[in-house]
């Protein structure tokens, strides 16, 4: 069973930058994709982005493209979101999350929430001057 610790939050100007870190025990992370989610004040929770078991497949909600990278750090156990050119609507807290995949080559990941079986504590991140 995997454990998942975020961190890397904090409170940022608009156009600036912050790299959140989701940190893996437990489990080397070879059998899951990796998700990003985010929940804002009064609202859903929402997927922002994965990555695949095979680290060759990514995916980004349309609002964050261009803008934010996830990576994965085998060595540490660590997927990464660099998120870059923040808006004042990135305001959420962040959620990362493991998928258990049949195949450490899997190249597929998913942003549907029911998906995960395993959730981090969340790491708040506010956009704001």
Known sequence: ?????????????PGG???????A????????????????PGKGREGVSCISS???SAYYVDSVKGRFTISRDKVT?????????LKPEDT?????????????YD????????EYDYWGQGTQVTVSS
Do not use: H, K, P
Not at 17 to 23: D, H, N, Q, V, Y
Not at 107 to 114: E, G, M, N, R
């Open 17 to 23: 930058s912050l790299r959140l870190s989701c940190a």
């Open 25 to 40: 025990s437990g489990s080397t992370l070879d059998y899951y994709a990796i998700g990003w989610f985010r929940q804002a």
């Open 54 to 56: 095979s680290v060759d």
């Open 92 to 104: 959420a807290v962040y959620y990362c999350a493991a998928d258990r995949v049949y195949s450490r």
């Open 77 to 85: 156990n660590t997927v990464y979101l660099q998120m870059n050119s």
């Open 107 to 114: 190249s597929s990941c998913s942003t549907a929430i029911y």
């Open 1 to 13: 069973q995997v454990q998942l610790v975020e961190s890397g939050g904090g409170l940022v100007q």
